[in-house]
């Protein structure tokens, strides 16, 4: 096989027959495969940053690490996340769903309950409905998330074989394949809050198999590094790239040498993981995939649906480095990831799941539209739906009597935002940097991404885009039909909905027992519900077993297991023991 003269598609269609398909010919007769056949997968999360590194034409400050994965991989510069701040956008990798169609779009659900008067929810997914790291758990896959979780619901813990700090590939049994999660926090948007300094629970990653040190380190994100003791990796008397729509001066600039130093920090957090791979022999047989959670964590970047919200970096390497160097042009959204991903690994796409496969040999038709939405933040409510095309971004406001800027309080905190409320009172912003803070919004807005890719001129009354109007209009209403997304329901009526009428989160009953011939078989009354199971010999009570079916029990041993149908609450525990009397308690 010529791998040069093959297409990137066609590459990966190789790739996907080499480790997915599980068959291969013995003596003229097909042979299923074992589950060590599928290929291993990594995701590289990062936090709120939008494609500012030099794979994207940024040439600010040098990012070897990423760089490295973009030369020996494929760069997609079109890929969105569907909200402009992680819960939502979590929401929607984790279960291929765009987070208004299943009450996930407020960010948080559990948050801010005093000053919406609102009681803490869950989003609610369709009744059968898994997250993605259980669909590859439940077909072999050993499953990990390293640290960070935030969906808006609570992960049963049939999601992950590990969740947390000390989760690791390496934990898994000979042999078999991983997917593993792991999430790098520093770029977040509370990396620029003073006083300045690296979040300590992140230099784990420099050492993210050893429970001793992890365990030694301070373990809530707020706990930071002073100034003093930070790093310091890029200049900071760099000409930053300030867009039209912040102030350039000093204040500010301190915050961009923030921002790059934090990706700077990152890039080697991100190569001490990859180190762990090459170490471990798996880096030319891993399928790695770098992206953020959503856009850029400035003040008209983070929250919002401009371009500066919703687009990512995202970089996939392939085993053995095939296609490197290569870019992809085609739209991707965030709901894609999760179809495309079980495609990876040969498992069929789950009937709830909103998204399109986008590689190999299974891939669909191309995306020709992008949605987004945006709803509460916090303490304030704001009803806004996007979609866009290769060119054109069209965006529909629901509530155009509020301005666009939102008194978000941990925004606040954001020494830019300051800066932009002291010169916005000091009446000494530009036009393009007063325009976040007008009093009221367009009804509808369309902007050229083109020629305006900072979308600061609506032209939505220009009449020679008068057609191009009407198709995004069209689409979006085709859309929020197809979702069952109604933007006019009120959060309180959104929680109605999910609860369906009680004034209770639903809860998931108990599971069952049922041992006989020395087989168990568990089950739980609720429709939808995973079950987890831990065995009285374990020696790691903070893991679960997924139950997948019936399993030989020995009279010796007894069960613990809990119920969960994700958006419901969690059961109780139930506890099965082969004494009788201690049974009968139970």
């Not at 959670?293 to 400035?298: I, Q």
Request: hydrophobic share 35%; proline share 7%; with cysteine.
């Amino acid at each position: 096989m010529n791998c040069k003269k093959l297409s990137y598609r066609q590459l990966f269609v190789w790739v996907l027959l080499f480790f997915v398909s599980g068959l291969h010919a013995v003596e003229g007769r097909t042979v299923k495969n074992d589950v060590s056949e599928k290929p291993n997968i990594l995701w590289l999360v990062l936090e709120d940053m939008s494609p500012i590194i030099e794979p994207y034409g940024d040439k600010t400050i040098k990012t070897p690490t990423i760089t490295q994965l973009a030369n020996e991989g494929v760069t997609y510069t079109n890929v969105y996340s569907t909200s402009g701040v992680c819960a939502p956008s979590r929401a929607a990798i984790a279960m291929g769903m765009y987070p208004s169609s299943f009450g996930a779009n407020n960010m948080r659900t559990t948050s801010n309950t005093e000053e919406t008067g609102l009681p803490k929810y869950e989003a609610i997914p369709p009744v059968n409905a898994k997250m993605l790291s259980q669909y590859l758990r439940e077909a072999g896959y050993y499953t990990t998330n390293n640290l960070k979780t935030d969906y808006q619901f609570k992960a049963p813990k049939a999601a992950w074989d590990e969740s947390g700090p000390y989760a690791h590939w390496r934990n898994r049994k000979p042999g078999q394949p991983f997917y593993a999660v792991v999430n790098f926090t520093t770029t977040h948007e509370s990396g620029l809050f003073e006083p300045y300094g690296f979040r300590k629970i992140e230099s784990r990653h420099y050492f993210s198999d050893d429970r001793k040190k992890i365990a030694k380190l301070p373990q809530h994100h707020a706990v930071k590094s002073s100034e003093a003791e930070t790093p310091v990796h890029v200049a900071k008397d760099i000409d930053f790239p300030i867009p039209p729509y912040l102030p350039d001066t000093p204040l500010v600039r301190r915050d961009f040498w923030k921002m790059y130093n934090n990706l700077a920090e990152t890039d080697k957090q991100i190569a001490a993981v990859l180190q762990q791979l090459k170490d471990d022999g798996l880096y030319d047989n891993t399928i790695i995939m770098f992206y953020s959670d959503h856009g850029g964590p400035l003040p008209r970047q983070k929250r919002l649906v401009y371009d500066s919200g919703l687009k990512v970096p995202f970089i996939i390497r392939y085993p053995n480095a095939k296609n490197a160097g290569e870019k992809d042009d085609q739209l991707v959204s965030f709901v894609d990831f999760a179809p495309t991903l079980l495609n990876l690994a040969s498992i069929d796409k789950p009937t709830h799941m909103q998204g399109r496969n986008f590689l190999g040999k299974q891939q669909t038709a191309k995306r020709e539209y992008i949605h987004a939405a945006a709803d509460r933040f916090d303490g304030f409510t704001d009803v806004i739906r996007a979609v866009r095309n290769e060119r054109f971004k069209y965006i529909r406001n629901y509530r155009p009597e509020q301005s666009y800027y939102l008194p978000v309080a941990y925004r606040e905190k954001i020494p830019t935002m300051q800066e932009l409320l002291r010169l916005r009172d000091a009446d000494q912003l530009t036009p393009a940097q007063a325009l976040w803070f007008r009093d009221k919004k367009d009804p509808e807005e369309l902007f050229d991404l083109n020629n305006d890719p900072h979308e600061l001129n609506n032209i939505i009354t220009d009449p020679s885009y008068k057609e191009v109007v009407s198709e995004l209009s069209d689409e979006m209403d085709r859309w929020l039909n197809e979702i069952n997304d109604d933007p006019s329901l009120p959060e309180a009526q959104l929680i109605q909905k999910l609860w369906a009428g009680s004034e209770l989160q639903p809860e998931t009953a108990k599971p069952q027992f049922k041992f006989s011939n020395g087989i168990m078989h568990l089950s739980s009354p609720t429709p939808g519900a995973v079950i987890s199971y831990q065995l009285s010999n374990t020696n790691t009570p903070e893991l679960w077993q997924l139950y997948k079916g019936p399993f030989k029990l020995e009279r010796a041993k007894s069960v613990k297991a809990v119920a969960h149908r994700i958006g419901f609450s969690e059961s109780e525990s139930a506890i099965y023991d082969y004494d009788p009397i201690i049974n009968s308690h139970h």
